[in-house]
């Protein structure tokens, strides 16, 4: 993945652009500069929009989705990731890790990291050059940026932080694309100062691991792997337990904590993602039947309507669209 190229003419107007998405991948691809790749979890009809502003050592966006999505994600090298989610209380999480209505979620760039995201959700997300903020904390605050870091990669702002950081970010957003418009430069001198204010805040609470959580995740992350690797032949339950080494309330558990879903459900909705990504971005030149089969479904009239009911369309349509 290349590095970002920032505006080389600081006092030029911010690059801004607003895309509008009727797919969850399509979703991820309109983010400039990440890798990631997104599955759609809660059925019907997908719509999203990413509102994003480049600045001199900066990337600024908000992201809307009318679905749940399971994003595994990378924002681009030498950089910070700060996401600012609108959630009530245990809706999302950051790899495992719930996130309570104040969660502002920190990781560095170029590491995948996975977030799962509640139905009709939206999520300010800053990424910044690390050796720039590194610099601006150094020469504003005499703060190491490596040690804030190592405090953990959620914390819970104190009440009332949160939404100022939210304002913040909408009216930077805002104003970039106002005909009078402050300097890129200006722009970015309030992003980095917003964040710090956060970052430094001595109301800002780590948010501890829970260990059984993350144990409920990494099972969950098996069984994805285990779907995605063994595409033909989609495990059944008993197979699950017998792989895992788990009894069918345990995997039960682990499922219901992380997801909300069943087993079952959560494995036919990679799959449905997996066919559908193929359909979008395929030649055309297979039959749906084809690619439906290599991703185990046997049956095409319960496949059409498992997919219909996912995404609100018929696969022929989703070809169609492509």
Known sequence: MPLPVFPADTDARPLRRVTRAR???????????????????????????????????????????????RQTCAAWPRSVWFGIPAARDGMMSLGGKPLSSRAVCIRDGGAEFDLLTAPDFNLFGVVVDRLAFADYLDRTARQDLDR????????????GRKESLCATLARVLADAHHPDFPDAEALQERIFSALADALLSHDTVPVPTRRTRLIHQATVDRVRQYV????????????????????????QNCFEDVTGM????????????????????????????????????????????????MFGELPSESLRHA
């Open 23 to 69: 797919d969850a991948d399509e979703q991820a691809d309109n983010l400039s500069q990440w890798n990631q790749r997104y599955d759609q979890l809660s059925p019907g009809s997908f719509e999203g929009s990413v509102t994003e502003l480049w600045l001199p050592k900066s990337q600024v966006f908000m992201e809307t989705a009318n679905r749940a999505l």
């Open 148 to 159: 804030l870091l190592l405090q953990g990669d959620v914390r819970n702002l104190a009440p």
């Open 228 to 251: 995605l690797d063994n595409p033909e032949h989609p495990p059944t339950i008993p197979e699950l337990c017998a792989h895992l080494h788990l009894s069918r309330r345990a995997l």
């Open 262 to 309: 069943p087993p079952l459900a959560y494995m036919r909705s990679l799959r449905l993602n997996a066919v559908r990504r193929e359909l979008r971005h395929g030649s055309g030149l297979r039959p749906i039947s084809s690619i439906a089969y290599d991703w185990g479904f046997t049956h095409m009239s319960q496949f059409a309507r498992d997919y219909r009911r």
